[in-house]
């Protein structure tokens, strides 16, 4: 087994942080670098996380929209709710959309009212309707982006 190296610091702390490392670290049963060591191991784990998920969204490429509602309709059935309007209007946002974005970082608000304004065109649709369809794309949007969309 490989053993591990270590890169000695030395830190200056202000005179209240320095008694309360030593404070806290014996409340611990560790020694300060010990309790640092841990303190920011914790931190580095949330770091890479973070990248883990960045790298993820970063993958997803906007020619697969279309599978990706599909796999968001076949989820929110599975849940209980999504009625086949509401199904088909995710389907058709993912296909408009796929033609007209570069990136999943363009599904936005602006993104989602010029396809209702196109899709409101050709169909008649009450207030409510307009309202249901702008929710279920902007959840869809949040699942595909990771929360980009308030």
């Given at each position: 087994?490989?053993?591990?190296?270590?890169?000695?610091?030395?830190?200056?702390?202000?005179?209240?942080?320095?008694?309360w490392l030593v404070k806290i670290s014996e409340d611990f049963l560790m020694t300060p670098?010990?309790?640092?060591?841990?303190?920011?191991?914790?931190?580095?784990?949330?770091y890479n996380k973070g990248i883990e998920n960045s790298n993820l969204r970063k993958q997803?490429?906007?020619?697969?929209?279309?599978?990706?509602?599909?796999?968001?309709?076949?989820?929110?059935?599975?849940?209980?709710?999504?009625?086949?309007?509401v199904a088909s209007i995710v389907k058709k946002f993912a296909s408009w959309a796929k033609?007209?974005?570069?990136?999943?970082?363009?599904?936005?608000?602006?993104?989602?009212?010029?396809?209702?304004?196109?899709?409101?065109?050709?169909?008649?649709?009450?207030?409510?309707?307009?309202?249901?369809?702008?929710?279920?794309?902007?959840?869809?949007?949040?699942?595909?982006?990771?929360?980009?969309?308030?």
């Open positions: 087994m490989k053993e591990k190296s270590y890169e000695v610091f030395q830190i200056k702390l202000p005179d209240y942080l320095a008694d670098s010990q309790f640092l060591t841990n303190l920011l191991q914790h931190y580095y784990e949330i997803i490429r906007i020619e697969d929209l279309p599978t990706l509602a599909e796999d968001f309709v076949k989820q929110e059935k599975l849940k209980g709710g999504s009625t086949s309007k033609d007209r974005v570069q990136s999943i970082y363009e599904l936005n608000d602006d993104t989602v009212n010029a396809f209702l304004q196109e899709y409101i065109k050709d169909h008649e649709l009450t207030k409510n309707t307009v309202y249901s369809y702008r929710s279920v794309i902007k959840k869809f949007i949040k699942n595909v982006s990771g929360n980009l969309v308030s």
